[in-house]
């Protein structure tokens, strides 16, 4: 049977990328998307389901905003456009190397882009939050939206992310996450998109 894409807490990571002060004044939805973010770091951390950030050079682009919440996480840095570092693949290798990977930050026709690819060639199924992922040109985001899509991965939102991985209102951990949905996710004009679907 064909995958359809069903999240798992028992399977999956977060990878955070490249949240960093000096992207701030040029990503389009800044705020917005590093919002999000917070709170699918939030919902990862009440469901066990381990996180992993990394920086783009920060040295010259200054370290992950405060705003969401991970300063209690090793910073992976990089100069790739690819999460995929050496550090990240022995990361991954000690977590039992995990099957799905829930993929929020910036920039979605970079280091967003060149993560899915090189996740989706070593077979793990990739979901893109599409309301916690962006790029300095509006255009540029949704065009490696659909590019993505054409690759294989999913595209989904930070609350569709959230319910499926408890799947039950019954779930120990619901009312965790409800308090975590009890504000909608901001819209970061992805309405624009759907017509390409």
Not at 127 to 143: E, G, K, M, P
Request: charged share 20%; hydrophobic share 40%.
């Amino acid at each position: 049977m064909a995958s359809v894409g069903r999240l798992s807490t028992k399977d999956a990571v977060l990878f955070l990328c490249d949240m960093q002060e000096k992207f701030r004044p040029n990503i389009f939805q800044f705020t917005n998307i590093v919002g999000n973010a917070a709170r699918l770091l939030q919902a990862s951390r009440v469901l066990g389901i381990p996180q992993i950030l990394t920086e783009q050079y920060p040295k010259g682009l200054g370290p992950t905003v405060p705003e969401l919440g991970a300063g209690d996480l090793k910073a992976y840095s990089k100069t790739s456009f690819t999460m995929m570092i050496e550090e990240v693949e022995k990361e991954l290798h000690a977590l039992g190397n995990p099957k799905q990977a829930i993929l929020c930050g910036i920039e979605a026709h970079a280091c967003i882009a060149c993560t899915t690819f090189d996740l989706i060639e070593r077979g793990v199924e990739v979901h893109i939050v599409a309301d916690a992922v962006s790029s300095r040109s509006q255009t540029d985001r949704l065009f490696a939206l659909s590019r993505l899509k054409q690759s294989g991965a999913y595209l989904t939102t930070t609350e569709a992310v959230m319910l499926q991985l408890v799947q039950d209102a019954k779930h120990p951990n619901f009312k965790e996450i409800q308090k975590l949905l009890a504000h909608p996710s901001p819209d970061t004009n992805l309405l624009a998109f759907f017509s390409t679907l």
